[in-house]
């Protein structure tokens, strides 16, 4: 049966995928989407296109994993019957969002049973609500249908490796914290690790990456997850209430016999589909900085574009895990001091400063001086970066109104400039997040008043 053969099908399943995504604080019925034949996309080639992307009109010129993320759904609906189809974890995985739904509907039973228990089985799912009846409503006479809802759970397929994630991080549901999902993000095992080593490695002795791995999992990861417990404490704390909520908050945690942390429970932030200027993105990650810096007196230290959210309209910073204390002494712990040694060395931000002060592109005595260092200035260089040029992270750049050329866009990369090249290098005017967001504000200011004077004229 297609569903052009039934017309009274589509807006049926339509009104059961409301009542089902009723409690959902992100629906919103033009986020439903239902699944129907497969819509050509240029940026992604037809022989690794997922069957039935939607066509939601996503910016030009991204890659394949960015045109994924841009097309993925939060609420997707599946109605067997209409369709004739039942697509498998591996077709749908692509298609959600993490942590987004998918619902089956059809009035065969026994099949969806079986289809559901597939989905449980699989690692990146979760079984939601098993198979139950779908009320009817007024029409008593009408074939009784069954729906099962599913939710993805995790960041990668099984499998997949990506460098913008080290740990294993999931969704789960814990009635000792509460309902709903959190994310549990937790030491990840040897044989992943091993097999990322091995991918980046490949001409090393499997002894040299067996060892390497066992130092990654039993003491360097245990460490860096057990500070982020530490930094989300701290954060939940001193930042003032209207930033609390814009990044992690700690729910639990399970130790290791030596008191690390193994496993962190944190609160869900959810990513948003809707999305922001570049001028908006800049001025709250600007703000939420300052208040990390000056209310928390934390400093992030790995603040790419990876470790940023938008949720609920709000950019959020994540990933507190290689952040240190304003004038923390790191050198007390050998260990610590050996493992942020290496990490200054090898960090990609750091490697970034030194590659721009060698080439004369960083002149800022304030930022040549954080060169090599746990300081605040090295967040305020790198989001700095950030904010010129928004598109590093696939999750985000479709989010991120950015548009190379326009007037917002020159206008912020000559703040930015001026951020790392001021005219008087031993004096910058811009040595803060607070200073940074300030000019942003004014900047914003700015171009209101100009759109105004274009409107009267």
């Known amino acids: ?62 890659t394949e994993e960015e045109s994924l993320a841009a097309t993925a759904q939060d609420f997707l609906v599946v109605d067997a019957d209409a369709t004739g189809e039942w697509p498998t974890p591996e077709d749908v995985f692509p298609r959600l969002t993490w942590g987004g739904q998918l619902l089956l509907v059809t009035r065969d039973r026994d099949r969806l049973d079986q289809v559901a228990q597939r989905y449980a089985r699989h690692d990146c799912f979760d079984l939601e609500t098993p198979p139950a009846p779908a009320r009817r409503g007024v029409r008593f006479w009408a074939p009784r249908r069954h729906h099962a809802l599913i939710r993805r759970v995790t960041l990668l397929a099984p499998g997949q490796h990506t460098d913008r994630s080290t740990f294993d991080v999931r969704l789960v549901r814990d009635a000792r914290l509460g309902p709903g999902y959190v994310v549990r993000k937790q030491v990840p095992t040897h044989r992943r690790v ?132 304003v004038g923390e002494n790191i050198s007390r712990n050998p260990m610590l001091h050996s493992l942020f040694e290496e990490m200054m060395n090898t960090s990609q931000i750091q490697r970034t400063m030194g590659r721009m002060k060698r080439s004369g592109r960083l002149t800022s005595d304030i930022l040549l001086s954080a060169h090599g260092k746990m300081d605040r200035a090295v967040d305020m260089f790198y989001l700095a970066l950030q904010i010129t040029h928004p598109v590093s992270n696939p999750e985000l750049r479709h989010l991120i109104d950015y548009q190379k050329g326009s007037a917002t866009a020159k206008a912020i990369k000559g703040l930015v400039g001026e951020i790392l090249r001021p005219p008087d290098p031993e004096r910058p005017r811009l040595i803060s997040a607070a200073d940074v967001h300030g000019a942003l504000v004014s900047l914003s200011a700015t171009q209101a008043t100009s759109r105004r004077r274009r409107g009267r004229r």
């Not at 409690?23 to 069957?51: D, I, K, M, N, Y």
């Not at 057990?226 to 954060?235: H, I, K, N, P, Q």
């Open 1 to 62: 049966m297609t569903a052009a053969a039934d017309p009274l099908l589509a807006p049926a399943v339509r009104r059961l995928a409301r009542r089902v995504f009723a409690g959902e604080s992100l629906f919103r019925p033009e986020r439903l989407t239902v699944w129907g034949p497969a819509a050509e996309s240029p940026a992604v080639p037809a022989e690794t296109r997922p069957q039935a992307i939607p066509a939601v009109g996503q910016p030009a010129g991204l």
């Open 194 to 325: 091993a097999k990322r080593l091995h991918e980046r490695f490949p001409d090393a002795t499997p002894d040299l990456l067996l060892s390497r791995a066992t130092k990654l999992v039993s003491k360097v990861f245990p460490v860096f997850l057990t500070r982020e417990a530490g930094f989300l404490s701290v954060l939940a704390k001193e930042l003032p209430p209207e930033y609390r909520d814009r990044v992690p908050r700690a729910l639990g945690m399970e130790k290791a016999p030596d008191g690390t942390v193994k496993r962190l429970y944190m609160t869900w932030l959810r990513m948003d589909r809707a999305g922001m200027s570049q001028l908006d993105f800049a001025l709250q990650a600007t703000e939420l900085l300052a208040a990390v810096h000056d209310a928390a007196k934390v400093v992030h230290l790995d603040l790419r574009l990876d470790n940023m959210i938008i949720s609920e309209g709000r950019v959020c910073f994540i990933d507190f895990g290689s952040s240190v204390q």
